[in-house]
């Protein structure tokens, strides 16, 4: 339920979402921007030395996507980690997203394409980006790469499953259960007296 007033938020440095996207953001669960905050920037890049100021108590918050734990995680079969999985352990135990679905700093996804203003590049591009994500090309290549989750379903999506990931869901569409699965839901905050999720 927080605005994030007096929070210092730190930002993944040479990562996106980059920090000024933080104000473009809503909070699922006020139905309000972000506001009063102070963004750190560590003088190192990547996602460990931000979640490093995080964990060490330097910020409050951190400003990444929401899957990154979940990319992070430890014990990945298969997977040859170049991040500290230590930092990343504790998911819904020692840390938790306290906001989800905050998509305003994106508008469909990563830039294709930039033009000059007034160009008329995207009228040229955005019908034939519109039709191939109606085709069953697009969801074959989202499967392919193991998209499924992040790529705009269409009629070729199925329609059955175990429905979206946590990562997925804006907070106010998050389960009711405070933060246990890593990714809290707007009451949790409110039962433990707190504005910060915990």
């Known amino acids: 339920m927080s605005d994030l007033s007096g929070k210092k938020i730190v930002d993944v440095a040479g990562w996106a979402p980059t920090a000024d996207g933080l104000s473009l953001v809503t909070n699922w669960c006020t139905g309000n921007r972000y506001t009063g905050y102070e963004v750190l920037t560590p ?18 918050g951190m400003f990444v996507y929401a899957d990154q734990a979940h990319n992070y995680r430890p014990n990945q ?16 135990t020692n840390f938790a997203y ?9 508008y469909n996804g990563t830039t294709l394409a930039i033009s000059k203003k007034g160009s008329g590049l995207n009228a040229i591009l955005n019908p034939c980006i519109k039709k191939y994500m109606e085709t069953k090309a697009y969801h074959d290549v989202c499967k392919k790469h193991d ?16 429905g979206e990931s946590f990562w997925m869901l804006k907070t106010n569409e998050q389960p ?3 933060c246990a699965t890593g990714y809290c839901d707007c009451a949790a905050g409110l039962s433990t007296g707190t504005d910060d999720g915990w």
Not at 147 to 162: I, K, L, Q, R, V
């Open 43 to 60: 003088s190192t890049e990547g996602n460990d030395a931000a979640m490093e100021m995080l964990r060490d108590g330097t910020a409050d």
């Open 77 to 92: 079969e298969g997977v040859t980690v170049t991040w500290n999985e230590s930092l990343w352990t504790g998911l819904g």
């Open 98 to 106: 306290i906001g989800t679905g905050m998509l305003g700093h994106s």
């Open 147 to 162: 998209f499924e989750a992040s790529c705009y379903p269409n009629t070729h999506f199925p329609t059955s499953g175990s």
């Open 176 to 178: 009711a259960g405070g």
